[in-house]
């Protein structure tokens, strides 16, 4: 049973646009939402996170905004650019969330690609 | 600080053997967390540490699996008996105390292959 759900496995956006990645989970536990970037042969690289009292949180280019009674969170790159190609996981923590006290439970990612 | 370092980065064995991956994480970091990843889907949890106590296994962690952090140092996975369904990229990721749920710096990880 996923938990958090990314349902697009791919996105293409043309540089410079705005790139949008979408998730939802199905655990009310989770209180703190984070996204991580990998890029191939590299292990995950934390992005940005929000906690659930906060709607959204802003790091330069790059916004997630979060919708609890959705139980749907996005993340916003803009402008995109030729780095960003990479896969894109969201991943959800919280007490006894099932991804272990410390854990955090993943979504299969989505793989953005940024064209020229 | 070199992040967390794992090793080796590739490891072929045939069905059967046993085989044992490293993760040195971040020196200050307390907690140490083993994750595995297959092909199409993010990365599982199987176990994590708060120094050289292991405080939690994921369902996913069969008794074939074992993790050791002795001295709260550097961690070791070990799997018995392989078997090809437990081809995967193994990731070790550590973080400060109290910390972790809120984001951890993952090694680059170990691909096992069993053939």
């Known amino acids: 049973d996923q938990q958090v759900k990314q349902n697009s496995p791919s996105l293409s956006v043309q540089e410079g646009r705005i790139s949008i990645l979408n998730c939802d989970y199905t655990?009310?536990?989770?209180?703190?939402f984070l996204w991580y970037k990998k890029y191939p042969a590299e292990g995950p690289t934390f992005l940005i996170s929000i906690s659930s009292i906060k709607d959204k949180n802003e790091d330069g280019r790059f916004t997630v905004f979060l919708n609890k009674s959705a139980k749907h969170l996005s993340l916003h790159i803009v402008p995109s650019q030729p780095g960003d190609s990479a896969v894109y996981f969201c991943?959800?923590?919280?007490?006894?969330?099932?991804?272990?006290?410390?854990?955090?439970?993943f979504g299969k990612g989505t793989h953005l690609i940024i064209q020229p | 600080d070199t992040g967390v370092s794992q090793n080796p980065r590739h490891k072929i064995t045939k069905r059967g053997q046993n085989v044992t991956f490293r993760c040195d994480p971040i020196s200050e970091h307390n907690r140490l967390y083993w994750y595995r990843q297959t092909l199409g889907q993010g990365p599982e949890f199987l176990t994590y540490?708060?120094?050289?106590?292991?405080?939690?296994k994921s369902r996913l962690l069969s008794d074939r699996f074992s993790a050791e952090r002795p001295k709260g140092s550097f961690s070791t996975l070990e799997i018995q008996r392989t078997e090809q369904g437990d081809s995967a990229m193994y990731l070790c990721a550590s973080s400060p105390s109290l910390l972790g749920r809120y984001g951890y710096t993952f090694g680059s990880g170990t691909r096992l292959t069993v053939v």
């Open positions: 991943a959800a923590s919280g007490a006894y969330s099932g991804g272990g006290a410390d854990g955090l439970t």
């Open positions: 540490f708060q120094n050289e106590a292991q405080l939690e």
């Open positions: 655990n009310s536990m989770f209180d703190y």
